[in-house]
């Protein structure tokens, strides 16, 4: 599969990119996020960029790279940049950024779960990449909005062209029943495709609960950076 990729990254027209992709990811802080629970998030997110098939999609293209930033959110007003835009051309780029990931502490925010806010907060940061050949947004949450704008009223205009969003929704923890935790999860995850998601291709990937959320973390990098082979095959033809 990868040697497909390095093939299909090499079209003419996408070599050319500066960047190859944007992806702004946005990790759900709320008050419904213990702090333990963004431990693990924040380190999950990190063993993910790490992965040994992450990174081989990652680092296919160096003269072409991918550009990550992270940021925080809760409430309308909470927005907070975790890592600022990094190009991750080099495993010392992608080292530098999961060890700013893994001694993150977060700051006091609202206690409110604003998604609304978090897109419009996500758009803003990937306009300032205009340069890359894909733009991708990324929330990851585990409730339903409750504050702020409404993720299902903001309109195509206010979204940058060509930007796609997608969700990570995680699930109950497993100190509840499996098939309450099955059911709350089946509730996000059609809540997120139904309000949050947007363009061509956008998904939604689920962690039953915060244990799990490394693994769907790599899964969703993976089917990300596997798009961008096949919108490469569309700008070809």
């Not at 992270?70 to 991750?88: H, K, L, M, N, R």
């Not at 409750?146 to 699930?171: D, F, H, K, M, Y």
Request: hydrophobic share 45%; net charge negative.
């Amino acid at each position: 599969m990868i040697r497909a990729i390095c093939l299909l990254l090499f079209l003419p027209g996408l070599a050319q990119a500066a960047c190859r992709q944007a992806l702004a990811l946005g990790l759900d802080v709320s008050e419904s996020v213990a702090t333990v629970e963004n431990r693990i998030q924040l380190d999950g997110l990190a063993a993910a960029l790490e992965s040994t098939a992450v990174q081989e999609v990652l680092f296919i293209q160096p003269d072409a790279p991918i550009k990550i930033l992270v940021y925080e959110w809760s409430g309308p007003a909470d927005q907070t940049i975790i890592v600022p835009w990094a190009t991750i051309a080099s495993a010392d780029d992608l080292a530098q950024v999961t060890q700013t990931l893994r001694t993150h502490q977060r700051r006091p925010t609202a206690p409110t779960t604003a998604i609304g806010s978090a897109m419009l907060a996500g758009f803003a940061y990937l306009e300032q990449q205009r340069d890359c050949w894909k733009r991708t947004l990324d929330l990851s949450g585990d409730g339903q909005s409750n504050t702020g704008p409404r993720p299902q009223t903001i309109g195509s205009e206010a979204i940058p062209n060509g930007v796609v969003v997608n969700g990570l929704v995680i699930g109950a923890g497993n100190m509840r029943g499996d098939d309450e935790r099955f059911a709350d999860i089946k509730a996000l995850s059609s809540y997120y495709r139904s309000t949050v998601i947007r363009g061509p291709g956008s998904f939604v990937e689920t962690a039953l609960g915060f244990e799990g959320y490394a693994a769907a973390m790599e899964r969703k990098l993976l089917r990300e950076l596997a798009g961008l082979v096949m919108g490469s095959l569309e700008a070809a033809e």
